[in-house]
């Protein structure tokens, strides 16, 4: 399972709203749990029995702050959790009220209210009991996820794989990819080239030899990698050299780059399946992952950013990767 550190997700920016916003948007309870340290009734709140997989974020904020992976029944009779998705997400305040010293726990974007952490917690999973409000979170199914734009929080709630894909412009080839169910974060970048940090202009001038790949993390319980390879393939001219659409350069090839090596040979039997289709010879490169530098943040979704954008695919295959489903 992948490390929770919030440095693994820096895709979306949160912030606070104005108290006008957060009067509007919350619950008379939530306001006063968030804003003015109120705690809710134990064992009759929202989330003291919910156990399905998925996360909590701030109510405030939509920031995820807690895994159901760290989700444990203490019997206190609010959420308990071993701790959150990363200690950079909240905040610790010594509490002396109600003639009591606690450990006051907020959230350090939304500034809110969340509860208190306690030393009693389980040893196994560090000794830690935060004890939250549920009126302070938010939970997110995991069927759900993906489509409120926290896929990339996947990977913490079940085993990911990997796999780097090029297809020519990684910006039609990332927005058709994230498409596919089962696909659960992408990200643009440059791989297998010979020099370090390269940029966008560098890597354009064919020089440093990078293709424009997308890193995509997948999850294999809801699609297998000879599906997700088979969708791939229908979105490039597996025969072209150094071409994809009106594009044209070293940084345009195809290529399907490998970080396990357990399936280098379930690639190989895709691209032989895929070569009785095409006339010629596929010159997708099958390699394993040498390196992989990030491309500039002006180029990640980037035709969300820009519908109208550029792009070498048709907007039809957009569609068919929504609705591709495996047998």
């Not at 490390?3 to 948007?25: E, G, I, M, N, V």
């Not at 909590?56 to 029944?73: A, C, Q, R």
């Not at 200690?87 to 610790?92: M, P, R, V, Y």
């Not at 490169?285 to 943040?297: Q, R, S």
């Amino acid at each position: 399972m992948a490390q929770s550190d919030s440095t693994l997700f820096p895709k979306k920016k949160y912030a606070k709203p104005d108290d006008a916003t957060l009067r509007r948007t919350l619950t008379a309870e939530q306001y006063a749990v968030t804003q003015h340290a109120a705690t809710e009734r134990p064992f009759t709140n929202e989330y003291d029995h919910e156990f399905r997989e998925g996360i909590y974020v701030d109510v405030t904020t939509g920031e995820p702050l807690f895994s159901s992976t760290d989700k444990y029944d203490s019997g206190c009779g609010w959420p308990a959790f071993s701790k959150p998705i990363s200690d950079k997400l909240i905040t610790n305040h010594t509490d002396h009220s109600h003639g009591m010293t606690r450990i006051e726990v907020k959230s350090r974007t939304g500034n809110a209210h969340l509860g208190h952490v306690f030393d009693d917690g389980p040893a196994s999973t560090g000794g830690k009991r935060y004890c939250i409000n549920s009126a302070s979170l938010r939970f997110i199914p995991i069927e759900e996820m993906k489509a409120k734009g926290y896929g990339e929080y996947i990977k913490l709630l079940r085993p990911m794989k990997e796999i780097y894909l090029a297809g020519g412009c990684f910006w039609g080839t990332e927005h058709y990819l994230k498409q596919i169910e089962g696909v659960v974060a992408t990200e643009v970048g440059y791989a297998n080239g010979r020099t370090k940090n390269p940029t966008y202009e560098e890597v354009c001038t064919d020089g440093t030899q990078f293709a424009e790949a997308v890193h995509i993390t997948y999850d294999p319980k809801v699609i297998s990698l000879p599906f997700l390879l088979d969708l791939y393939f229908k979105s490039i001219d597996p025969t072209s050299v150094n071409k994809q659409g009106n594009d044209r350069g070293t940084q345009y090839r195809t290529g399907v780059y490998y970080v396990d090596p357990k399936d280098k040979e379930v690639i190989k039997k895709v691209f032989a399946e895929q070569q009785k289709h095409v006339n010629g010879k596929i010159a997708v490169e099958l390699e394993p992952l040498k390196n992989f530098y990030k491309a500039e943040e002006y180029h990640q979704d980037y035709l969300d950013k820009h519908p109208s954008g550029y792009c070498h695919l048709p907007q039809a295959l957009f569609e068919y990767a929504r609705k591709a489903r495996e047998k």
